[in-house]
């Protein structure tokens, strides 16, 4: 019993992106509310050496935006992560859903096989076949930066639970 | 171009467990080292009304055993969750391991559109077929708590990384 490359990533991204976009939706509100400077959510680390709630939003694109495409065949487009208010996030996550959402079921046909490389040419170059690229990697690394933007954002306050992160309707 | 159910769900959690286990060895270790209550660890949170370090781990290991059983159509282990140390985590996180790993491939067919209904009888019941349920909500469950727990110790100052949070040898 099988489900499609396409089914196990487009969709998923769909749904955690629109829950991502309600999760910010939440906070700028928030934010605006209790009269909190923005930069004061999105500037915010869990720890010094870890990337702020803005960087984890742009890599959690990166990754929905990244993975689709690879798997797809297709040119993953760039992005130049310049965002810094809430607005631009939104934006951001917009325009990563409507690319996603442009790449047709079809496209996917072969992806499952197609050797994938990751960081090419670097000390970090791994070669997956394209489920497992999926599998062991993207959806690994898509839920993680997910997941640390609403750590992040619950940790500062912001009143979101986890039906707010599951973003089933 | 397809992957099976299994494929998409028990090799995602193996690597994941054997992540999180790694994470709270390395975490046991800088408690020792440091002369840090393991406690302090255990049972610190990100918020108030969030759950713990100890609770994260056991609903991670809790989602691996049911999302495989219910696509499996077999019965959901139960567990008291009682644990209270880091040993106890990683027996648990190791028995979750045995369980899974002792469900075959074939034992997952038909699993794609068998109705899965979780919290039956409740408010909160949710009807699935086995492939949404795998993945529009148990693999967001299952990432969403090997994440936090993550990040609650990187946030605790544990010398962590992303490369252990993958798991990826």
Known sequence: MTV???????PVFQ???GSLADLLAKSQTHATEKKIEPAALLQSRLFPDMFPLIRQVQIACDFARGV????????VPKYDDKETSFEELQTLISQTQTFIAGIAPAQFDGGEEREIVTRPGTPKEKRFSGSSYLLSYG???????VTTAYALLR??????GKRDYMGLK
């Open 139 to 145: 959806l690994p690394q898509f839920f993680f930066h």
């Open 155 to 160: 940790h500062n306050g912001v009143e979101i």
């Open 15 to 17: 749904q955690m992106l």
């Open 68 to 75: 689709s495409a690879r798997l797809a065949d297709i040119e």
């Open 4 to 10: 499609s490359l396409y089914t196990a990533s487009v």
